[in-house]
């Protein structure tokens, strides 16, 4: 609940509105995890609570820290016995990011990442994804989706200062939650919208909806190439949102928002790494203002055994390519291969499992369907568990989009 259906809940319990507002501060300030913590609220009230409500939110199973890099990835039971997964980056690691005058507010040294699921899964099978391996299971609720940070910060005791809605899941297709969360997430724990990083495949219509409301959390799309026929090899989303469409709809975006979108990039080995590629992708980066993220890859090959996907291999080219994209004035960062030790890229432990066994729901399914609804648990693709709590200590990864 936020702080509006804190309030309305409050009321049907014939108690004032700042009632909720202290809940509010309670749950998502200080992360309270019961009533009774909840000291300055009369001790009747907190029983009436009690007794009609209860605080969830995720569970931990397991995590890894990486001696390498300091990035931790945690492993989180759902209420319904599904799994989840959040990665904690620290800082001068990956998601680097040069937003004029964040500095000023948080030194790079002082940044911490929380990179946080959206959905159980991902119905979008994008080829070098170990999550897509999966399939899509079910929309997390907004609680669910919060409460990673909340729990992390209980864990690790301390401060959050970015998220990147770019773990498990396309977040434009649990619009809904997702843009909930960031406004719980600013208000409660204080992460300011522009440290809130929304990641899509190229979702099209997320994209209009999040300019349309003139959102103030980034923009970043997984883009990968800009020749139509590799990124449909890449990307099957677009199949349903081509290139022309992407762009028209970042130049509206853009138009409304005057935010730069980042462009994340993996090149891969004789795909997206020849010349006609780097000239598309140079032309396609130069119509709004923007920056390109270059991201190592983390290679998924054990989920693919075989197909382009399997083939898939990191571009020995990377520092050339970089610089011809520099050279084209064009803000270039590489990232950093964070948690590469630790598989810290998302869906790896479960494609490794049951995941390869149990393929569900993708794009190609939900071609003659709704886009799957806000807190949908209970559709077609929600039929089965993929991992139980307490299986895999230590790992998923996910090959960042
Ligand atoms: S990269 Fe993102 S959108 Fe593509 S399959 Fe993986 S989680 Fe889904």
């Known amino acids: 609940m936020g702080r509006a259906e804190l309030r309305t809940f409050v009321a049907d319990l014939e108690e004032r509105p700042y009632r909720g507002d202290q809940l509010f501060k309670w749950l998502y300030g200080r992360g309270a995890t019961s009533f009774g913590e909840m000291t300055d609220i009369a001790q009747a009230f907190r029983h009436r609570l009690g007794a009609c409500a209860h605080i969830g939110g995720v569970r931990q199973v397991s995590h890894r820290l990486s001696p390498a890099d ?45 990179c946080v699921s959206t959905q159980v899964g991902c119905p979008l099978d994008c080829a070098f994804c170990a999550t897509g391996a999966m399939g899509y299971l079910r929309n997390l609720t907004t609680g669910e989706i919060v409460d990673q940070l909340l729990t992390v910060r209980r ?6 200062t970015n998220v990147v809605f770019m773990g498990m899941g396309e977040p434009m297709l649990n619009y809904g939650a997702v843009m909930q969360a960031g406004e719980i997430l600013t208000e409660g724990p204080g992460v300011a919208a522009r440290r809130i ?15 349309d409301e003139r959102r103030r959390m980034k923009l970043a799309v997984s ?39 980042t462009y994340e990039v993996v090149f891969f080995d004789g795909v997206n790494d020849t010349a006609r590629e780097i000239k598309r992708l140079i032309a396609f980066a130069r119509a709004i203002p923007c920056k390109i993220n270059v991201i190592p890859y983390h290679s998924i090959a054990f989920t693919r055994p075989e197909g382009f996907a399997a083939s898939l291999r990191a571009s020995p080219r990377l520092p050339e390519l970089v610089e011809e994209l520099r050279r084209a004035n064009l803000t270039v960062m590489i990232r950093s291969s964070a948690g590469e030790d630790i598989a810290a890229a998302c869906g790896q432990l479960a494609a490794q499992g049951e995941g390869r066994k149990h393929r569900r729901g993708r794009l190609q399914d939900m071609d003659n369907t709704a886009t799957p609804q806000h807190n949908d648990s209970t559709g077609a693709y929600a039929n089965s568990h993929l991992w139980s709590p307490g299986r895999g200590e230590g790992d998923t990864g996910k090959t960042p989009r």
């Not at 990035?71 to 599904?82: E, I, P, Q, V």
């Not at 020749?227 to 853009?254: G, I, N, S, W």
């Open 70 to 114: 300091g990035t931790t990835k945690f492993l989180f039971a759902l209420a319904d016995g599904l799994n989840i997964e959040s990665v904690l980056i620290p800082p001068a690691s990956a998601f680097e990011d040069d937003t004029p005058g964040d500095d000023a507010v948080t030194a790079p040294r002082d940044r911490l990442t929380l």
């Open 223 to 261: 883009l990968h190439s800009a020749v139509e026929e590799t990124r449909q090899k890449l990307m099957p989303v677009t199949r349903r949102f081509p290139l022309a469409a992407l762009q028209e709809a970042l130049r509206h975006y853009y138009a409304r928002t005057k935010m730069r979108v």
């Open 197 to 211: 990083t929304v990641s899509t495949a190229g979702w099209v219509d997320g994209i209009v909806r999040m300019a």
């Open 155 to 160: 864990l690790t005791g301390r401060a959050i």
